[in-house]
């Protein structure tokens, strides 16, 4: 077993430990919820001040032009594009996942107007499955929802899977089902909210993808979502939020919808200028990182907390590091007074109900000594059943 003096020796070798300095972190504090919040890189504030000062200060309504405002979604989406595997032109920032969500099944649907089944996760975060819902509904009930447990995607017309479970971590081979997914006729979408930025994400051989930039991208909170079109959909894939942000000439002011070509159909509306500037600052650190060098360290971190909790505790993700994100996930029936009472020694990491600890290892910041102390508190909280004290029982708003 590991003892602290090997992590820190860990720590010194390890050769992404100079990204740790590209971010703001509180002293005193093991934040293990990059996989949720991204912790804030050192660049942002002055990024988006020269946003606020610079651009919308001095230039007014002219940074739409001058600042390349008006391009930012499509600027920005090819910015992020090699964190997805994914080319230039193919991939649009802005609005949320869920929005995302709704665009890419709509488009999918309206791609296989001859099936009627959407194949979806219900165990997946509940977003994903409730705008699925939604949208059925929408559509006047004609649509079956059906769960991917079943296995059958022979009638399908989309399938919306998340490439690393929210909850258990559990990875999915993208490759495999994107072609099985096709084999049968249906199309392929992937989520890859707690992938990218985790571990080299590659969708290229998906129809569409969707994700979000807060959580191991570090775009702050409330940061745009991105979403990916295969390029062999760009001219038959249809933007049901036909906004006049995907209009061929939104300035124009014409009266009917008329697609832009290529991505940009996919825009809705207004973007979020400021949140771009956010977003902008944190792919500046992104360009230098060695994805290769970030999953081999997350499975490391991750491999290392399993290995020092032991059994203390039940394990809710894969044994196995290849099967895992870089998040681990633990199940405790009194995971919620356990997690409050970590948070309380300086361990930070989420609850998600009924009864599961997460721990998000993001790679660019988290240190060996991290996992170290992390795992001995909660031996700690565990073995001396710190998370009795009443404190601990009552919920907050967010968990
Ligand atoms: C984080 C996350 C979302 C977030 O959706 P928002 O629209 O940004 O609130 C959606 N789906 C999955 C799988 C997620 O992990």
């Not at 038959?236 to 290529?262: I, T």
């Not at 499975?299 to 032991?310: I, M, N, P």
Request: charged share 25%.
């Amino acid at each position: 077993m590991l003892d602290r003096d090997r992590c820190l020796a860990l720590d010194a070798e390890d050769p992404l430990r100079e990204f740790r300095d590209e971010f703001v972190l509180p002293e005193g504090v093991v934040y293990l919820v990059g996989n949720s919040l991204g912790a804030l890189p050192r660049r942002t504030p002055e990024r988006v001040r020269q946003a606020v000062e610079q651009e919308w200060g001095r230039q007014l309504v002219g940074g739409w032009n001058h600042a390349g405002w008006y391009e930012q979604p499509l600027t920005l989406g090819d910015r992020l594009a090699p964190l997805i595997g994914a080319g230039p032109g193919q991939v649009v920032v802005g609005n949320t996942t869920s929005i995302a969500i709704f665009q890419t099944v709509a488009a999918a649907l309206r791609l296989r107007p001859d099936r009627r089944v959407i194949v979806s996760d219900v165990t997946n975060f509940p977003t994903d499955h409730y705008i699925v819902q939604g949208l059925a509904r929408a559509l006047g009930g004609g649509h079956e929802i059906r769960d991917v447990a079943e296995g059958r995607f022979d009638d399908a017309a989309v399938v919306l899977l998340s490439e690393v479970d929210y909850r258990t971590s559990e990875r999915r081979d993208v490759p495999a089902i994107t072609s099985q997914v096709q084999d049968a006729g249906a199309l392929m979408i992937w989520d890859v909210c707690h992938s990218v930025g985790a571990l080299q994400v590659d969708v290229s051989a998906a129809d569409f993808a969707v994700g979000c930039t807060y959580k191991y991208l570090n775009a702050g909170p409330g940061a745009p979502a991105f979403l990916y079109v295969n390029p062999r959909h760009h001219h038959s894939a249809e933007n049901v939020l036909s906004g006049w942000h995907g209009h061929a000439e939104p300035f124009a002011f014409e009266r009917d919808f008329r697609p832009a070509e290529g991505i940009r159909r996919f825009a809705v509306s207004t973007p979020h200028v400021l949140s771009f500037a956010a977003l902008d600052a944190a792919l500046d650190v992104w360009e230098r990182v060695p994805m290769d060098q970030v999953r081999a360290k997350s499975t490391a971190l991750t491999s290392l907390f399993v290995d020092l909790v032991g059994d203390a505790v039940e394990l809710a993700s894969p044994r196995d590091a290849e099967r895992r994100g870089s998040q681990v996930s633990l199940r405790h029936p009194d995971g919620y007074p356990v997690m409050r009472a970590l948070i309380d020694r300086g361990v930070q990491g989420d609850f998600r109900a009924p009864d599961i600890l997460r721990f998000g290892f993001a790679p660019l910041y988290t240190r060996y000594v991290d996992v170290f102390d992390a795992a001995a508190t909660l031996i700690e909280v565990l073995e001396k059943e710190l998370w009795r004290d009443e404190r601990y029982a009552q919920r907050l708003t967010v968990t």
